[in-house]
Structure formats: structure tokens, C-alpha cells
């Protein structure tokens, strides 16, 4: 994986109206939860923007004051109307314990079902994976070369070296569909989309037939 350095500073008050300031500066309230205690610290917000805007996972060298940690992120929260990052959780990483993170899947290949006429739909652009730290890759290769219409691939199907796959065997991560179920998928959208608003007349022309 790659590695992205932050500074932070550590947090000796804790508690909503501590976290409330924090924010207020600018900065973000974090934790690590690592193996014998957690670690709260915030840095500025600024500094976990190649870190969360992106697709890529990393691993993070933090440096607290001093000390460094070794992390991944495990969740962020944002606030649900700025989408500013509120809180953010990481778990402090060693060489002799696997962690799990969420990697983006790489699809290589020219497939014989698009080229027949087909369209590839991706439905899962990320997969979780458990392993050692360094032996986790930036991405998951997908090769579709030999995938056909109506074919899928599943997390069943790929198999990787030193990381264990944790989502669900039977989880499709991408097909390939014919023009066909791909313009009914499209039709379905539409008229999901539209039937609100003409569940919401209905009604509004009954009560004028009535009126009659």
C-alpha cells in the first residue's frame, strides 16, 4: 500500500464541548486504537485530504509530537450538511497482526462479452481484505478478458496471494449485460424516478372528477 504522512498533536481534553472547539480550529478529533491503549490526537483538517479523497488506501506514519504510529484508517464520519470531516477513527498497525482495509478493485483486459456488444457494470468498486500490513497491495486486479454476456464475476471467483477476501462469496462485483437489460435497467430508473410525482396527481384529478 501507499504511505501518506500526517502531523497531529495530542488531545489532553476529551469530552463533546473539547471536541466542539477542535473543530472549531479547524482541526479534526481523532483516535487510534492501538494494542495495549488508545491514542486521542486532531490535526488539521487540510491534512487528511489525500487521505480520504481518494480511492486508494494507505498507510498513514502519524507523528504525534514526536512518536510516530503506524495506522490505517477504520471510519470517518462527516457532518451530514457541510460534508466536513467530524471524527475519524484509525487502528495502529504491527508487522505480526493482519488488519483489514478496503482496497479498490483494477479491471484489466478487453472483454470477449463487450466486445460482442455488451456493457460492463461494476457494482462493487472496492473490496474488503484482511492480511499483514506489507504484503497488501494498492489494488485488487480483475482481469475480464474472457468474461461473456450475462456473465459475472464474484467475490467467490478471485483468489489472491497472502490477503484473504472478507466480503461475501456470492457478492457480484461486475458483469457484463446485453443492451438490453441495460436499456430495461435504465427504463426501471426512469419510471422509479417519475412515479412519485404521478402517485402526487392522482389524487389531485380524483377530487376534480369528483367535483363534477
Do not use: W
Not at 150 to 159: A, F, Q, R, T, Y
Amino acid at each position: 500500500m501507499k504511505t501518506i504522512e500526517i502531523k497531529g498533536s495530542l488531545r489532553t481534553e476529551l469530552g463533546k464541548k473539547s471536541s466542539k472547539k477542535t473543530r472549531k480550529e479547524g482541526n479534526v478529533p481523532c483516535v487510534i486504537y492501538g494494542k495495549e491503549h488508545n491514542v486521542h490526537f486532531h490535526a488539521h483538517e487540510n491534512s487528511f485530504k489525500n487521505l480520504v479523497y481518494t480511492p486508494d488506501a494507505h498507510i498513514v506514519k502519524l507523528d504525534l509530537e514526536g512518536k510516530e504510529y503506524n495506522v490505517v484508517l477504520q471510519d470517518i464520519q462527516f457532518h451530514p450538511v457541510t460534508d466536513k470531516i467530524t471524527h475519524i477513527d484509525f487502528v495502529e498497525i504491527f508487522d505480526d497482526r493482519p488488519i483489514i482495509v478496503s482496497l479498490p478493485i483494477n479491471v484489466t483486459g478487453d472483454s470477449i462479452g463487450v466486445k460482442a456488444g455488451g456493457k460492463l457494470r461494476i457494482k462493487k468498486r472496492h473490496l474488503k481484505v484482511r492480511g499483514l500490513a506489507g504484503e497488501i497491495p494498492e489494488s485488487l486486479p480483475i482481469d475480464i478478458t474472457n468474461l461473456k454476456v450475462n456473465h459475472s464475476i464474484k467475490v467467490g471467483d478471485l483468489k489472491y496471494d497472502k490477503i484473504e477476501l472478507i466480503d461475501p462469496r456470492i457478492t457480484t462485483i461486475l458483469t457484463v449485460a446485453t443492451s438490453r437489460v441495460v436499456a430495461k435497467e435504465e427504463t426501471e430508473g426512469e419510471l422509479a424516478a417519475a412515479k412519485p410525482e404521478g402517485e402526487a396527481a392522482a389524487p389531485a384529478a380524483e377530487s376534480k372528477e369528483g367535483k363534477k
